[in-house]
């Protein structure tokens, strides 16, 4: 038969992403969430092999799939670079104290009726800060559950307390890589991402919030601080703790809200970070560095906070974990990850397997909330199936980007979807990384807490719900329109 005069078939089109799902379920069943590590980043070039073999078999050249996937990695550059920021802005706010002073003075506002509301509140804080729902789940998250059960509170509920505020702030947060990711996905400015993101995200907080509340005026029980003061006694005697700290994400927010970029903005807040390191932590500059004058210290110690990892040596070993930051390095294989994601992701596209798949999706599309239906449909169902948020947000944002311009809509539509349904319900998926991760994390199993991730299940049927009811769908201008959809003017 010549397959070369033959075009892709939706079972030809969907091999390669029935390869890719065996594979990452295999590799979440072998490495677990060490998966990310490598394996991963493998699976996706292997299942971009047999996407391209299909692509050559009818009559795709070489220079096309390249071309494709090149093209594919450039668009997601700058998500790239700001993600290397990230890690050196996390490192110099954690030597600097910032992070630990937010935890510090976070802890001080708990009382056994608020306790589930608050967890959900320091969570989102402490995630907003990091950027990372999994170190915030992994430290301070224990250390609240530790809390809730001395409150005989129900394991679960205090674990969907804490991931609900932990994925609200890594939703919102412009150092998640998620965040960063989508944005770029859609080829979006990374703040006009989350400003818009608001109109979804704060009526599901709320909503969270109110819940929560409701719970914990029946849940609540006599407080213990013990494990709370012990936490905030380690810290203090690490760090010089100070309000003055406050400043250093001041400034930040300051910066952001004058609009200035992404990179430039985190830079500048890295930058900070480590000035205020030098200024108020010399005692941590002097045990992170082996040379004896203050200024070469300073300049090592600042420097290795920003490419490499970090431990602050603490008293209370249980928070270790929470006093660490792995820099640069630390991001690498996130990176790694999209790098070869847009590899699969370009090579799909360039073939038509993407076209294929996303013609027969969006037959049942018909407005603009069955577009955006469709979308979380296919984020919940990536994760579902490819155990992996980021694969989510990727192959749905590629496979959506085209359909959400021919609708006239800002890519911002389309980045907020990602978020509101790739991100936040990975971590429901017992075979998700994600789900999996917080699972081990806290020890109450995927299928315990899930419930309670009242944040997590609610954002997906908001963003749907908000799509139908036409609340602030931004539709491009005329001069966007023919700026993106040029032939499509043309035809008109």
Same mark, same amino acid.
């Given at each position: ?47 971009? *092999?047999?996407?391209?073999?299909? %692509? /050559?078999?009818? !009559? ?6 390249? $071309? #494709?996937?090149?093209? =594919? ?76 059960? *001395?409150?005989?509170?129900?394991? %679960? /509920?205090?674990? !969907? ?6 994925? $609200? #702030?890594?939703?919102? =947060? ?319």
């Amino acid at each position: 038969m010549n397959l070369h005069n033959k075009s892709i078939s939706l079972g030809e089109a969907l091999i390669p992403i029935i390869f890719l799902i065996i594979l990452l379920s295999i590799n979440a069943f072998v490495f677990g969430d060490q998966a990310i590590e490598g394996a991963n980043q493998f699976a996706l070039l292997f299942a971009a *092999a047999i996407g391209g073999i299909i %692509a /050559l078999l009818h !009559g795709k050249n070489w220079d096309d799939l390249q $071309f #494709g996937f090149v093209k =594919s990695i450039s668009s997601a550059m700058p998500s790239m670079l700001i993600l290397l920021l990230i890690g050196s802005l996390a490192g110099t706010w954690m030597i600097s104290g910032v992070v630990p002073a937010m935890i510090y003075y976070g802890l001080e506002y708990l009382n056994p009726s608020l306790f589930l509301m608050l967890s959900v509140v320091i969570c989102a804080v402490v995630s907003l800060v990091t950027g990372s729902s999994w170190s915030t789940i992994a430290t301070i998250g224990v250390a609240l559950l530790g809390v809730g059960n *001395a409150m005989e509170i129900n394991k %679960a /509920l205090v674990s !969907g307390a804490i991931i609900s505020g932990a994925y $609200f #702030g890594d939703k919102v =947060s412009p150092l998640s890589d998620t965040t960063n990711l989508a944005s770029a996905m859609a080829e979006v400015d990374l703040f006009v991402h989350i400003r818009y993101m608001m109109y979804t995200t704060i009526p599901s907080l709320i909503i969270t919030l109110l819940l929560f509340l409701g719970i914990g005026f029946f849940k609540h029980g006599e407080i213990h601080p013990e494990s709370i003061r012990d936490v905030q006694i380690a810290i203090k005697e690490s760090f010089h703790i100070s309000p003055w700290l406050f400043l250093v994400p001041a400034l930040l927010f300051y910066i952001i809200s004058k609009k200035v970029p992404a990179i430039p903005a985190i830079f500048a807040g890295t930058l900070i970070g480590g000035i205020f390191a030098i200024i108020f932590q010399p005692q941590i500059i002097h045990q992170l560095s082996n040379n004896t004058s203050y200024m070469a210290a300073s300049y090592q110690t600042v420097m290795q906070s920003i490419f490499t990892d970090i431990s602050i040596p603490v008293t209370n070993e249980n928070i270790q974990d929470l006093l660490s930051t792995g820099g640069m390095a630390g991001m690498l294989n996130t990176i790694w990850l999209i790098l070869t994601a847009m590899v699969f992701s370009g090579i799909l596209e360039a073939s038509g397997i993407l076209k294929k798949i996303t013609e027969t999706m969006l037959k049942a599309v018909h407005s603009t909330g069955s577009l955006v239906c469709t979308t979380v449909v296919s984020c919940g169902f990536l994760n579902l199936t490819a155990s992996d948020q980021y694969i989510s947000i990727v192959v749905t944002g590629r496979m959506f980007s085209k359909s959400y311009k021919d609708q006239n809509l800002k890519p911002e539509v389309l980045s907020r979807t990602l978020e509101d349904s790739g991100t936040v319900t990975s971590v429901l998926i017992p075979w998700n990384t994600c789900g999996a991760a917080q699972a081990g994390a806290l020890g109450v199993s995927t299928i315990a807490f899930a419930p309670y991730c009242f944040f997590n299940i609610i954002s997906p049927f908001m963003s749907i719900a908000v799509a139908y009811l036409d609340i602030k769908i931004r539709q491009l201008n005329n001069s966007e329109s023919k700026t993106i959809n040029p032939k499509k003017q043309n035809t008109n």
